[in-house]
């Protein structure tokens, strides 16, 4: 393909919705490790229902009735093993000894199968499915950050990942195994008595059936608060970020309103909707289980009069139907736990599937990236682009940036000037033409490796809470102290950094709140420095600044002519006269292009800005 002929952006696939099968699939690679683990508990449960059994069998032996064929057909085998006659007091010591050695035996066992393997299983995923959350917000498209703040995407990822890890143990640790407890449960009793085993069945699948309803119904509801909650804290999110601009409107009554009336209307969702439709939940199970639990014992005692079945069976059939109708309250308070957590498991799934931006391979292993070494010529050849495809903000942009060159982007607001640097940066793929570096298309390198040769200043430098030596060298890891320091000169940022308690040790803050507008900016200049860029750019870094951090950045630009390509936007035309190449930009397109003098004696857009600008009646 042409690189040089009109490009469609590529057609993302819709989406696929998330679905139960992804929180089984979160688990799936170890499956092998929950699979033994949840048969292991499963038939320790089924186990215990011999316990119950057994002691109906002491008491048909205590009583002398007869004890059911199977067991005696065990107890012969070992009387002729051991030489021993069967006699009632030699049952009654095998029976108990079977009891004994099932409950002894599995004390030491079952720990290890149950707890340690269900909260490994849990531990495990949460390690792999962290990761793969911090990989998909470093490659998600830049807009998507545009449209989610910090605390919506944290919140969701934070809940998603904790919600799995706590499910995990008690859907495998208990509601799995319970749920074998029950089915073993209706083969012990219909072995002994049909009707009362059907009786058992047909009560359960009602009261799952009823379960299952209400439960998909709340869970409905429990989504659609989940996105109401998440958009409540992401607004306390942009609260705590912007504290002072609330504070310096005196906006803090109107802001506590706002969220208490959204804290209210999720009051009465989750109490009066969701957590008493819960509640109602829960008072017909009981009824149904209370209505159930005296059918099986007048139909047992009624088999019992009769002569169906014996006193011990009786004691058995009772024992464990009990046991069963226990397990119902516990299995319906896991599902509704799991069903009040399942909307942000789903949520977070649904971020997972979100489409990957364009420079997703920027995670490749740092041994397989290319480094590459540039000139510094750039060129835009018929570009255009735009976010909405019936809304350009480039229109057929052709420019080329000789190396060294230092070439400024001005123009009002809105004309495309960081959209072309984004474009650059590979931020987006371009909708048509084509952008060359050393004739190259930059498409066709590396993104990782391309994006190490170039280096950025914002006009709002972001700045990690740490050390201002980790800071520095947070692109380029292996900076000696001298090309640190050097950087530091070239930034005008070694005098205020030796005016600092710590010096370089210095912690500044969470968002650099300890280092004022300028020291921040100066500070991100000496970072892109360190890099050691073929080409760097100023997007309008002396925009918000005072006149004195303004002179001090001016000088460090100034110092960097001639030493690497230099791109700079700037809506204070004072910074760029000195630049070798003024571009100036009006409605995505490049009006006038051309040095200071020139683009004053032109009379055109740069130079009515200028006069503007001197005149204080203008500011970009």
Not at 216 to 228: G, I, M, S
Not at 493 to 517: M, N, W, Y
């Amino acid at each position: 393909m042409n690189p040089a002929q009109p490009q469609q952006p590529p057609i993302q696939a819709p989406e696929r919705k998330a679905h139960f099968l992804d929180l089984i699939y979160y688990f799936r690679n170890y499956r092998h490790i929950a699979l033994f683990s949840i048969l292991g508990l499963s038939l320790f449960e089924i186990l215990d229902l011999f316990v119950p059994y057994a002691i109906g069998q002491l008491l048909n032996l205590l009583s002398k009735q007869p004890i059911d064929a199977g067991l005696q057909t065990v107890i012969a085998s070992i009387a002729q093993t051991v030489r021993q006659p069967v006699t009632p007091t030699f049952s009654l010591m095998i029976v108990a000894g079977a009891i004994g050695l099932l409950s002894i035996g599995r004390a030491p066992i079952q720990p290890w199968i149950g707890a340690w393997f269900q909260w490994d299983v849990a531990f495990r995923a949460r390690r792999e499915h962290g990761q793969k959350a911090l990989e998909q917000i470093l490659t998600l498209p830049l807009e998507y950050y545009d449209e989610n703040n910090a605390g919506r995407i944290a919140s969701r990822v934070a809940k998603g990942l904790s919600n799995h890890t706590w499910s995990y143990p008690e859907i495998t640790g208990s509601l799995l195994p319970k749920f074998f407890r029950v089915v073993g449960i209706f083969g012990v009793i219909g072995m002994i008595d049909g009707w009362v085993a059907l009786l058992l069945f047909a009560s359960f699948l009602g009261i799952l059936l009823n379960s299952l309803l209400g439960l998909k119904a709340l869970a409905v509801r429990e989504e659609k608060l989940d996105r109401y909650i998440e958009n409540t804290e992401s607004r306390t999110s942009e609260i705590i970020t912007n504290i002072k601009t609330v504070k310096a409107f005196a906006t803090e009554a109107s802001e506590l309103k706002r969220q208490t009336n959204r804290y209210d209307r999720e009051f009465k969702v989750l109490d009066y909707r969701i957590h008493k439709g819960y509640v109602t939940l829960g008072m017909y199970e009981r009824t149904i289980v209370q209505t159930c639990t005296f059918l099986v014992l007048v139909l047992t005692l009624w088999a019992t009069v009769e002569g169906r079945i014996s006193l011990g069976h009786f004691i058995t059939v009772l024992t464990v139907s009990s046991m069963a109708y226990a397990e119902v309250e516990p299995i319906c308070n896991l599902a509704e736990v799991v069903a009040r957590r399942y909307a942000s498991m789903i949520r977070f799934h649904e971020f997972m599937r979100l489409a990957k931006g364009t420079d997703s391979a920027v995670l490749t292993h740092a041994e397989q990236i290319p480094t590459y070494s540039f000139s510094g010529k750039v060129e835009f050849d018929q570009l255009s682009f735009g976010y909405d495809a019936d809304r350009p903000v480039l229109k057929q942009i052709n420019l080329t940036i000789e190396p060294y060159q230092t070439v400024a982007l001005v123009g009002r607001s809105g004309s495309g000037k960081s959209t072309l640097v984004k474009l650059l940066f590979r931020y987006f793929e371009t909708t048509t033409g084509t952008i060359r570096i050393d004739g190259q298309d930059i498409r066709r390198l590396d993104v990782t490796g391309y994006r190490r040769r170039l280096a950025i200043v914002h006009q709002e430098v972001d700045v990690f809470n740490g050390t201002l030596w980790d800071n520095l060298r947070y692109g380029n890891p292996d900076a000696t102290d001298d090309e640190i320091f050097q950087a530091c000169r070239i930034a005008q940022a070694e005098d205020f950094i030796k005016t600092l308690p710590q010096g370089f040790a210095t912690v500044v803050g969470e968002r650099g709140v300890r280092l004022s507008g300028g020291q921040r900016q100066r500070l991100g200049i000496a970072r892109a420095l360190v890099m050691k860029p073929d080409v760097l750019v100023f997007d309008e870094a002396t925009s918000s600044l005072d006149y004195e951090s303004e002179r001090a950045i001016q000088v460090a630009m100034r110092s960097l002519f001639g030493t690497c390509t230099l791109i700079i936007i700037a809506h204070r035309l004072s910074t760029v006269r000195e630049a070798d190449q003024i571009v100036v930009l009006d409605q995505g397109e490049i009006l006038e292009v051309g040095n200071h003098e020139t683009l004053i004696g032109q009379g055109g857009l740069y130079a009515r800005l200028n006069a503007l600008q001197e005149t204080g009646d203008f500011v970009g």
